[in-house]
């Protein structure tokens, strides 16, 4: 499979914005889905997901949840994190990514092995 992130962008703090990742193939039910972001100097880090094994079900980061939302279109094989209330410390290049690991490390970055080239999304204050 190979993905492709967009919808990146500059937004102010309490702005909106979605971001999307569109599958080459079928992806859901057949790959844990997740959603990355690396912040500069910091590590990649979890922000939501979907287990291959999960069917809707979506998983996000603490620090994320009541902000940002998970959806998929499984017709398009793509993928969409709706991020509101953004937040300043919400910049980083985020990054989309399939992998085969157990629904229990769905938050670790390690068990993914396809990774989109990643979106800039930007927040100032």
């Excluded at 939501?48 to 094989?77: I, P």
């Excluded at 209330?85 to 769905?106: I, M, Q, R, S, W």
């Amino acid at each position: 499979v190979q993905l492709q992130a967009s919808g990146g962008g500059s937004v102010q703090a309490g702005d909106s914005l979605r971001v999307s990742c569109a599958a080459s193939e079928r992806a859901f039910g057949r790959y844990n889905m997740g959603w990355f972001r690396q912040a500069p100097g910091k590590e990649r880090e979890f922000v939501c997901g979907y287990s291959k094994s999960g069917g809707l079900n979506t998983w996000c980061a603490d620090s994320v949840k009541g902000r940002f939302t998970l959806s998929r279109d499984t017709a398009l094989n793509t993928m969409y994190l709706q991020m509101n209330n953004l937040k300043p410390e919400d910049t980083a290049v985020y990054f989309c990514a399939a992998g085969l690991g157990p629904t229990g490390l769905l938050r670790q970055s390690s068990t993914y092995k396809t990774w989109g080239q990643g979106t800039l999304v930007t927040v100032s204050s």
